[in-house]
């Protein structure tokens, strides 16, 4: 790539600049969030664009001229639903909206870098690499994964259905024009911890460079080998992210550990897939589920494969959700969770733990839970405390079994 700027003195030579770029739903909000939390300044010029739609008169006139009144609501603000079933359905009018877009969204990104102190800032841009945007910036990063990724994310994540999914990626130019041009390619086909450990190894390195002392760096053409993180980068990655493991099964390192805010859209995925997607769960009742319960979650290397959620009190441990997939994790990562959970019950001095398998749950998942001493029983068979949190727990259409950790009971 060839910089406009070659030759000539960086705007800020104090700071190091990354412009941040990828395909819809590739995990760039991801990767910016971590930027910030490592203290760099984030600018995300998708929100600067809708400040600009609710805000800037001229801007929303013109849009209107443009594309018609009926995108325009009542108080001059721009309906941006309307705006982009036009737009992206229509390339050449995307292409007409960007160019009366993207002056003032440069003009305000410039504007707060300039009103920054930090010394990193990463500047997230879909369309970072067609702008002039870039030749501001010391390297470019970029976010990849596979189209069926995106479009899971699409309308799991953000609720859109199979078609408009589908426009809305189709919509953009192929994910390779970008990483051809990448510094730092990230892959998010993974789970969280994985995006996580990818972007640790490239801050690592990142740090490792001087504050900016001449011209953007030039990006990589389709071609050009990038120098790979330096070991000992991604060992000290590694052992920041990596959670410590529970048990080593087939060659594969198995880890458990309570879900984060930052887990969910994989857990709704995990969750999709799980009940080949009849349960449609919003990640706002996630994050209130997450709240009200712990959810612990089992994977193998970068994948998670199991999610179980479980509460205790009053001496009875609960375990009221159960996400598999696929089986084959019930070798693997599900008896590492169901284990962590024992563990913790009998710290919390439980008397027992009941389960709440689906009725129609596959044969595999009752014999391993048979194979953790769960038994079935009745709600008229348990004590008193116990049926009280049968009742208060179990789900519609699931089997109550129990497993006793202690046959005396504690007064």
Same mark, same amino acid.
């Given at each position: 790539m060839s910089s406009n700027n070659r030759g000539q003195a960086p705007r800020w030579p104090d700071k190091i600049v990354i412009g941040l770029t990828g395909n819809i739903a590739t995990g760039k909000s991801s990767v910016l969030r971590m930027a910030a939390e490592n203290g760099a300044l984030t600018l995300d010029a998708d929100k600067i664009v809708h400040e600009i739609l609710e805000h800037d008169p001229t801007v929303q006139a013109a849009i209107a001229v443009a594309f018609g009144p009926q995108v325009r609501k009542p108080d001059g603000q721009i309906d941006r639903a309307a705006l982009a079933a036009i737009v992206f359905s229509d390339a050449a009018a995307l292409r007409d909206l960007e160019?009366?877009?993207? *002056? $003032?969204? #440069? =003009?305000? !990104? !410039? &504007? #707060?870098v300039n009103e920054s102190r930090a010394k990193v800032v990463f500047i997230e841009a879909i369309k970072l690499l067609e702008g002039p945007l870039v030749n501001e910036c010391n390297a470019v990063w970029v976010t990849a994964c596979s189209p069926v990724r995106q479009l899971e994310r699409l309308m799991i994540c953000r609720g859109m259905d199979d078609q408009t999914a589908a426009m809305r990626v189709n919509a953009q130019p192929p994910a390779a024009e970008k990483v051809a041009r990448a510094n730092?390619?990230?892959n998010t086909d993974g789970d969280m911890a994985d995006t996580r450990l990818q972007f640790e190894a490239a801050w690592a390195?990142?740090? #490792? &460079? *001087? +504050? +900016? =002392?001449? +011209?953007p760096a030039a990006v990589p053409t389709a071609g050009q080998?990038?120098?790979p993180p330096a070991p =000992?980068?991604? @060992? @000290? $990655?590694?052992? @920041?992210a990596t959670p410590a493991p529970v048990l080593e099964a087939d060659g594969s390192r198995v880890t458990v550990r309570r879900a984060r805010p930052s887990d969910v859209p994989a857990v709704l995925l995990l969750i999709h897939k799980t009940s080949e997607g009849r349960v449609k769960t919003k990640r706002a009742e996630l994050l209130m589920s997450m709240a009200e319960r712990s959810y612990l979650i089992g994977q193998e290397g970068a994948e998670i494969t199991t999610v179980i959620g479980w509460a205790a009190d009053s001496g009875v441990a609960r375990i009221e959700q159960i996400y598999i997939h696929p089986l084959s994790a019930l070798n693997v990562t599900t008896p590492a969770v169901m284990v962590e959970i024992e563990r913790t019950a009998q710290e919390l !001095?439980?008397?027992?733990?009941?389960?709440?398998?689906? &009725?129609?749950?596959?044969?595999?998942? #009752?014999q391993m839970f048979a194979a953790m001493g769960f038994e079935a029983r009745q709600k008229s068979q348990l004590p008193r405390v116990w049926r009280t949190a049968a009742d208060e727990s179990q789900p519609e259409n699931t089997q109550l079994l129990v497993k006793v950790l202690r046959n005396v009971r504690i007064s």
């Open positions: 160019m009366m877009l993207h *002056p $003032a969204v #440069r =003009t305000e !990104i !410039i &504007q #707060r730092v390619v990230i390195q990142l740090l #490792r &460079q *001087p +504050a +900016a =002392t001449g +011209a080998p990038k120098a =000992t980068a991604v @060992k @000290k $990655a590694v052992e @920041k !001095i439980c008397e027992a733990i009941l389960a709440f398998p689906p &009725q129609d749950a596959p044969e595999p998942v #009752r």
